[in-house]
């Protein structure tokens, strides 16, 4: 999403705390480096409730992790929570399958964008 807008304000979040402050799983990161991605300046971070106020929308990779957000939502919050996909991404660290879970990010990134910055014509 970095490279598609970059003019955008990203960021990435886990809703559980175990992997704070380590960068990407080594094998991910060599399967990103293959498609000409960089991660190696990443770090862990987990979601927090002040999430919900630093950014416009807010999107999980599956059901779990939405439902896990939405149990952080502060009162009378509205940003928006979604899955990024059509369907779950699976976590590949248990599946093995990088190229597999990139392609299915890539893809939701494309269709998120261009849902995005869609301007129809007067």
């Given at each position: 999403m970095r490279q598609?807008?970059?003019d955008w304000q990203i960021d990435s979040a886990g809703t559980g705390g175990?992997?704070?402050g380590k960068?990407?799983?080594g094998p991910m990161q060599a399967a990103a480096a293959a498609r000409g991605l960089d991660l190696s300046d990443l770090r862990a971070r987990q979601f927090v409730a002040?999430?919900?106020d630093r950014f416009d929308l807010i999107l999980g990779m599956d059901a779990d992790n939405v439902?896990?957000?939405e149990s952080l939502r502060p009162a009378g919050s509205d940003t928006p929570v979604r899955a990024f996909a059509a369907r779950d991404v699976p976590d590949p660290y248990y599946?093995?399958?990088f190229d597999?879970?990139?392609t299915m990010i890539e893809t939701a990134a494309a269709q998120l964008v261009s849902d995005m910055?869609?301007?129809p014509s007067a």
């Open positions: 598609l807008v970059p175990w992997h704070v960068p990407p799983y002040a999430d919900f439902a896990d957000i599946t093995r399958d597999g879970a990139l910055t869609f301007q």
